[in-house]
T-cell receptor, first 110, second 115 residues
Framework: AQRVTQPEKLLSVFKGAPVELKCNYS??????LFWYVQYSRQRLQLLLR??SRESIKGFTADLNKGETSFHLKKPFAQEEDSAMYYC????????????FGGGTRVLVKP | GAGVSQSPSNKVTEKGKDVELRCDPI?????LYWYRQSLGQGLEFLIY????????KSGLPSDRFSAERTGGSVSTLTIQRTQQEDSAVYLC?????????????FGEGSWLTVV
């Protein structure tokens, strides 16, 4: 069975400091990984996906199949990055049925 | 519409009552999903509709939960004989369809409180 683990429930960093949100997954097939973000009082929205290999709002994430990880990183955190972040796994063979991690709350302090 | 629309946005109900939650997906999206977001439980998959195929109900927690999608568009999630543990945010989402790279768009959720 597939599983997504986000070990940190809360990350508190100062503005301008680097931030890294950890995500590990278990899945026997070829995974499709995503990061979703939920800002205060807003709906859950896609931040980035591994197949796009893009940087969104300064965030990047690299899929490491050897370590089964998809950690999210930003070199210089901003206060507006404060939000809830969810890592998600899509089993390609089963439609777009996402399995989410438990989420990490990021608090960026001024 | 501009996005996935859900109603009601907030619902307080008494234990034992039935509730219906509605979802209007983005126009043209053939795939529709229901998720539940509980405090301490993260996001839990409930049910998935794709076009005219039989829905994937594998995430429904009990037979008190059911969902339908009429005309391939609007969906209703029904919870019968609600229990306090059903209190959660119920999220609806839609996407263009199956396939790698399809972005899933979420609604703002329906906050259900069972007292």
């Amino acid at each position: 069975a597939q599983r997504v683990t986000q070990p940190e429930k809360l990350l508190s960093v100062f503005k301008g400091a680097p931030v890294e949100l950890k995500c590990n997954y278990s899945y026997s097939g070829s995974p499709e990984l995503f990061w979703y973000v939920q800002y205060s009082r807003q709906r859950l929205q896609l931040l980035l996906r591994h197949i796009s290999r893009e940087s969104i709002k300064g965030f990047t994430a690299d899929l490491n199949k050897g370590e089964t990880s998809f950690h999210l990183k930003k070199p210089f955190a901003q206060e507006e990055d404060s939000a809830m972040y969810y890592c998600a796994l899509n089993r390609k063979a089963a439609g777009n049925k996402l399995t989410f991690g438990g989420g990490t709350r990021v608090l960026v302090k001024p | 519409g501009a996005g996935v629309s859900q109603s009601p946005s907030n619902k307080v109900t008494e234990k034992g009552k039935d509730v219906e939650l509605r979802c209007d997906p983005i126009s043209g999206h053939t795939a529709l999903y229901w998720y539940r977001q509980s405090l301490g439980q993260g996001l839990e998959f409930l049910i998935y509709f794709q076009g005219n195929s039989a829905p994937d109900k594998s995430g429904l927690p009990s037979d008190r939960f059911s969902a339908e999608r009429t005309g391939g568009s609007v969906s209703t999630l029904t919870i019968q004989r609600t229990q306090q543990e059903d209190s959660a945010v119920y999220l609806c989402a839609s996407s263009i369809g199956q396939g790698e790279g399809n972005t899933i768009y979420f609604g703002e959720g329906s906050w259900l409180t069972v007292v």
